[in-house]
């Protein structure tokens, strides 16, 4: 670990030069840590500001000893020291920014360099961010064509059948896009973006298939938090313009689009020529309950040859079958985003619906769709049935993200045939392959072609994603005994000495209740609520607190409080305080409908950026926004603040083994001559004797035995006891 945090951004000398602190101390590079210490303080006592006695020298003295100090506090530690003989100036800015304690020394070169990289790419991406798509539309056709196409017996008697229909697979279509943005200033952003589309393949020179190619500029201002406004011009035809403005407020959001084509300017122009009005889009959407992210939507648009009104409705749900759910998160003793991963990585994630109503000439119809975005393994699955007068069409995907990186496919049956879409990206760089499989309504196609990627998708998560999960999960227990141990090592011996002080009243009550029969603690225990192999060994052994505690027969500890000792916590606002339906749109889906449908076009240009003190890495791209999303839908919304000083509430010889993580009390006790166990949930009160085993013990004795209720607490009764588990 470091000594000391060195003023990185001050260090003089080339960015380049890995021998410069060397210089200022006069050592070599292999000089060892007894001559660095001797040197600097040899330098230090000879550069002190307070050992120089004329005014003029001082100034001078004193940047030589800041010199040297620096070159000291680099060179004596030696994470920070390797670092630098490795990379120089900017090997020292990485360890800095990114957390390589834990690194193994052997590979401590290697992640120092890739961390290097990635800061780098990271400034570079934060100036200039760049994005690229490219299309590839593959007509495979050929390889599900009728045998009747290939029915000569030469070929299809061998193997120059299947040649001979891989050999009609072509390229029909294909298309790149690239862009890249910059900030002009806080409220304004500049987009630059390229297209070049072509019918066939990019590198054929054909002169019947010429190359369309675009170069797009598009400003960017917000005006305030609730309204922006961009500006969207083809730079190779002036004449092409769109305007585009959205509003949004707690309950409301509206979008207006405008564009001005080079059609349109000439029909203007032409005093003989009809007018037309230019293609316009309006769209709103209204949270339809308060307490509910049930969106609405009505969107108009004139932007094809029929003009397009659609209604639509929109709801997401978000479930979290973890322990942890149900916990407030004061009571789980640290940051509430700071959660274990889960065993299968299927316990958190969000349900999302979307039906919708259009009016578009022959492509009216009905449109649903339901998906789920599992978070914890950056998964999202989701299905879409569209039914018009072109009949009934459908389509099934899926995708994985994880940070830059994505990987996705989808399939569709429509009126352009069975589709099979294959989707990756990595760096913010797209590629995606529409292959067509057939041009008819294949039915039997689509469904054989879903089952495909469905049984990749069962075998990537059972030998890949829940292996990784289960690894990450071993990981933070693994480190959470690594910080119990090293970290808290006053607090282990704080809480051995408090055990040691409470047997002796431990003793005598037990001896007291063994002798009339009543409540004995035989075995106690304070741990994770989940055990397996990742909680096991933390366990605390709270035995004899809880004997110590016991008195008349009973043991009462309230509820909704904490029994070890808490750090700061964070204060949540009440979901009220957030709009639900706006981080709900995050939800949607990036996969392109069977059909057209303008309100998912267009919603998806309305989604809120979420800036969520959640966007914390639980393994998956997706999770950032959906565990914000999750938050502003379940109890608690958007952390507020934290509050200062420490709040102590620790019962005597308790204290958390694995902060963030549910924790049960395990009790095993005696009572009326019987042995009784039961587990209660670490925010619960602890009321023993249970019920049961009281009633026992009046049945056993022929006589009524009166509690005290100043002594067992204002909680005891039925209502207390019903998440206690008893086994007699």
């Known amino acids: 670990m470091s000594t000391g945090t060195p003023d990185l951004d001050n260090i003089p000398g080339s960015p380049d030069d890995r021998e410069f602190l060397y210089t200022v101390l006069n050592l070599p590079t292999t000089a060892s840590e007894y001559e660095i210490r ?121 193997y120059h059948g299947i040649t001979d229909r891989l050999s009609g697979i072509r390229q ?198 339901w998906g789920v975005v599992l978070s914890e393994l950056g998964l999202r699955l989701k299905i879409v049935f569209q039914f018009g007068l072109a009949g009934l069409n459908w389509s099934f995907g899926g995708e994985w993200r994880r940070g830059d990186n994505s990987l996705g496919s989808s399939v569709a049956l429509g009126l352009r045939g069975v589709i099979l879409r294959l989707d990756a990206g990595f760096l913010g760089q797209q590629v995606s392959l529409p292959i067509v499989l057939s041009d008819e309504h294949n039915m039997r196609l689509a469904l054989c072609t879903t089952v495909m990627p469905s049984t990749a998708l069962v075998f990537t998560y059972w030998f890949v994603l829940r292996p990784r999960r289960q690894r990450e999960r071993l990981e933070f227990f693994r480190r959470a005994r690594r910080t119990l141990h090293e970290e808290k090592s006053d607090l282990l011996r704080e809480s051995k000495e408090t055990v040691h002080l409470l047997e002796d009243a431990a003793r005598r009550h037990m001896q007291t209740e063994a002798s009339c029969n009543g409540l004995v603690i035989l075995e106690a225990s304070y741990g994770p609520s989940e055990r397996d192999e990742a909680t096991a060994g933390l366990d605390v052994d709270v035995t004899v607190p809880l004997q110590a505690l016991v008195h008349r027969s009973q043991l009462y500890i309230p509820g909704r409080r904490s029994k070890v000792s808490r750090i700061p916590i964070p ?80 019962l005597q010889g308790f204290y958390d083994p694995a902060p963030g993580v549910a924790k049960t009390l395990r009790i095993r006790y005696a009572f009326c001559g019987y042995s009784h166990y039961a587990e209660i949930p670490d925010w619960m009160p602890v009321v023993l004797p249970l019920e049961d085993a009281d009633k026992r013990l009046r049945a056993a004795s022929g006589a009524t035995r009166n509690l005290d209720p100043a002594d067992a607490g204002p909680t005891v009764g039925a209502s207390a006891l019903v998440s206690a588990v008893e086994i007699c």
């Open 571 to 650: 204060r949540f606002a009440k979901i009220g305080d957030r709009r639900p339906s706006l981080i709900a749109r995050e939800a949607r889906s990036v996969f392109t409908p069977v059909s057209p449908s303008p309100t998912a076009a267009r919603l998806s240009d309305m989604r809120v950026s979420p800036a969520s003190p959640y966007s914390h890495d639980l393994t998956g791209g997706l999770t950032s926004y959906f565990i914000a999303f999750s938050r502003r839908l379940g109890r608690y919304a958007v952390l507020r603040h934290a509050r200062k000083g420490p709040h102590r509430a620790g």
């Open 38 to 158: 001797e040197r600097y303080r040899q330098l230090s006592v000879l550069f002190h500001p307070d050992k120089q006695q004329e005014e003029q020298t001082k100034e001078t003295a004193t940047k030589r000893f800041l010199e040297v100090q620096k070159a000291y506090q680099v060179l004596s530690d030696p994470i920070n020291r390797r670092a630098y003989d490795l990379l120089g100036p900017k090997g020292l800015q990485t360890v800095h920014n990114a957390d390589l304690s834990e690194v193994p020394p052997a590979k401590f070169d290697a992640a120092l360099i890739q961390k290097t990289r990635e800061l780098l790419r990271e400034r570079a991406e934060e100036v200039v961010r760049s994005k690229g798509r490219i299309t590839a539309t593959i007509d495979a056709r050929s390889l599900f064509e009728g045998d009747d196409v290939y029915d000569d017996d030469e070929h299809w008697s061998s």
């Open 172 to 369: 029909t279509s294909s298309s790149i896009r690239h862009s890249v943005e910059t900030d002009i200033s806080e409220r304004t952003s500049l987009v630059l973006t390229g297209r070049a589309s072509s019918r066939g393949s990019l590198d054929v020179d054909d002169a019947y298939n010429p190359l369309r190619t675009a170069v797009l500029g598009t400003v960017r201002h917000q005006f305030s938090p609730r309204l922006n406004f961009e500006a969207t011009a083809n730079l190779l035809h002036g004449s092409d313009l769109n305007f585009k403005t959205i509003y949004r407020d707690e309950e409301n959001t509206v979008v207006c689009e405008m564009g001005f084509t080079r059609a349109l300017f000439q029909a203007i122009s032409s005093s003989t020529a009809r007018m037309r009005a230019p293609p316009l889009t309006l769209a709103f959407s209204r949270r339809l309950f308060p307490h509910s992210p049930l969106e609405g939507t009505v969107s108009f648009s004139t932007s094809s040859t029929v003009p397009i009104l659609s209604v639509s409705l929109f709801s997401g749900h978000v479930f979290d079958h973890t322990p942890e759910a149900s916990i407030p998160p004061a009571l789980l003793g640290t940051d509430p985003t700071f959660r274990p991963p889960s065993k299968d990585g299927l316990s958190v994630g969000t349900t999302f619906w979307n039906v919708q109503a259009s009016l578009a000439g022959l492509m009216s119809g009905l449109g649903a769709e």
